[in-house]
């Protein structure tokens, strides 16, 4: 058995013990791909910032709980988030996600037209969106935990994760490690976990764009799960040929969102998990994790028994070639 060292400069690991098994089949590395995504899709922002035509303004109605805002802003480049810096500190730190004209909508997104504007946060007497888009940022940031905690001779190759489903008790990444057998102990879970701490202090924002299938094809070609679910994926847009991706940092992935605003909304996060699990494509692992928003902060005994709970196998929507369409679409439009 070999040994697999993780890609921390400050973190002390216990070895990883894991099989001779690497990808053979090419000599990509994480790095490269991340880059390569990267590269694609802030080409792809700024080619759509430079044909927005003169600037032009929209009437933005915000409702508030005790006040209401009339906001003058600049249609496809003002976002919700913009917003709330003209209304108030407190709106801007803890919206989570908008509802612009009652659609669940992000804070980085821009704004398309006229439109009543709300904010939601984890506070909210019907958070269900609120939490719901906390879990389902937790599982693309757990995609980039993945791709970048391993050394570079592992070509990790992520799948997809389920639709956030917070009665599972954990959120999910499914992905080929090509690390067989590997069972991490607690001190290394606690550790990789760590990487995530950098992330809460940098402030990091979730970046949405809408891009043409041909464009996410790019992005994801040296994927072979990824690369399938592209035309899947676009099938199910407005438009049958357009698909969303979001960028945190330098980590570009699908998921039709909406997402957090911002990494420090984040109170606590932690990997309990990492299950084997068998598939039509073989078997992957299903990581899996727990974390708690910075508003609703709680005692360290009762998010233990939360982890606990997590580290238990989530069976909610394993993949398979027979569901892979249907799980593909619905990951990405919950």
């Given at each position: 058995?070999?040994?697999?060292?993780?890609?921390?400069?400050?973190?002390?690991?216990?070895?990883?013990?894991?099989?001779?098994?690497?990808?053979?089949?090419?000599?990509?590395?994480?790095?490269?791909?991340?880059?390569?995504?990267?590269?694609?899709?802030?080409?792809?922002?700024?080619?759509?910032?430079?044909?927005?035509?003169?600037?032009?303004?929209?009437?933005?109605?915000?409702?508030?709980?005790?006040?209401?805002?009339?906001?003058?802003?600049?249609?496809?480049?003002?976002?919700?988030?913009?917003?709330?810096?003209?209304?108030?500190?407190?709106?801007?730190?803890?919206?989570?996600?908008?509802?612009?004209?009652?659609?669940?909508?992000?804070?980085?997104?821009?704004?398309?037209?006229?439109?009543?504007?709300?904010?939601?946060?984890?506070?909210?007497?019907?958070?269900?969106?609120?939490?719901?888009?906390?879990?389902?940022?937790?599982?693309?940031?757990?995609?980039?935990?993945?791709?970048?905690?391993?050394?570079?001779?592992?070509?990790?190759?992520?799948?997809?994760?389920?639709?956030?489903?917070?009665?599972?008790?954990?959120?999910?990444?499914?992905?080929?490690?090509?690390?067989?057998?590997?069972?991490?102990?607690?001190?290394?879970?606690?550790?990789?976990?760590?990487?995530?701490?950098?992330?809460?202090?940098?402030?990091?924002?979730?970046?949405?764009?809408?891009?043409?299938?041909?464009?996410?094809?790019?992005?994801?070609?040296?994927?072979?799960?990824?690369?399938?679910?592209?035309?899947?994926?676009?099938?199910?847009?407005?438009?049958?040929?357009?698909?969303?991706?979001?960028?945190?940092?330098?980590?570009?992935?699908?998921?039709?969102?909406?997402?957090?605003?911002?990494?420090?909304?984040?109170?606590?996060?932690?990997?309990?998990?990492?299950?084997?699990?068998?598939?039509?494509?073989?078997?992957?692992?299903?990581?899996?994790?727990?974390?708690?928003?910075?508003?609703?902060?709680?005692?360290?005994?009762?998010?233990?028994?939360?982890?606990e709970r997590a580290a238990k196998l989530n069976t909610n929507d394993l993949p398979s070639f027979n569901n892979n369409s249907n799980r593909s679409a619905k990951?990405?439009?919950s």
């Amino acid at each position: 058995m070999a040994k697999a060292s993780l890609n921390y400069r400050t973190l002390k690991l216990s070895q990883i013990f894991i099989s001779q098994r690497s990808y053979s089949q090419s000599q990509l590395t994480n790095a490269e791909v991340r880059k390569k995504r990267n590269d694609i899709f802030e080409k792809e922002l700024q080619r759509q910032l430079s044909v927005i035509p003169a600037i032009q303004k929209i009437n933005v109605e915000y409702k508030g709980e005790s006040e209401n805002i009339s906001l003058l802003m600049n249609k496809n480049l003002s976002t919700p988030f913009n917003c709330a810096m003209h209304i108030s500190e407190l709106i801007r730190d803890r919206s989570v996600i908008a509802l612009v004209n009652g659609r669940p909508w992000d804070m980085h997104r821009p704004l398309e037209e006229d439109c009543e504007l709300k904010f939601m946060h984890f506070k909210d007497r019907k958070p269900e969106l609120v939490n719901k888009a906390f879990w389902r940022s937790c599982s693309f940031i757990l995609g980039h935990i993945l791709e970048t905690v391993f050394k570079e001779k592992y070509y990790v190759e992520l799948h997809s994760f389920p639709k956030p489903n917070l009665q599972s008790g954990s959120f999910v990444y499914d992905a080929d490690l090509k690390i067989d057998g590997w069972k991490p102990s607690s001190v290394e879970l606690v550790n990789t976990s760590r990487a995530v701490s950098k992330l809460y202090s940098e402030k990091i924002k979730f970046q949405r764009l809408e891009v043409d299938a041909s464009i996410a094809s790019r992005m994801f070609e040296d994927n072979r799960f990824k690369s399938v679910q592209v035309d899947q994926i676009a099938a199910q847009s407005t438009s049958g040929n357009t698909v969303t991706v979001y960028r945190m940092k330098d980590h570009v992935d699908m998921s039709r969102g909406p997402l957090i605003s911002t990494t420090d909304q984040i109170f606590r996060f932690n990997i309990t998990a990492v299950h084997e699990i068998n598939s039509d494509y073989g078997k992957l692992n299903r990581v899996q994790g727990m974390a708690i928003p910075k508003q609703l902060p709680i005692h360290y005994w009762a998010y233990d028994l939360l982890c606990e709970r997590a580290a238990k196998l989530n069976t909610n929507d394993l993949p398979s070639f027979n569901n892979n369409s249907n799980r593909s679409a619905k990951a990405y439009s919950s």
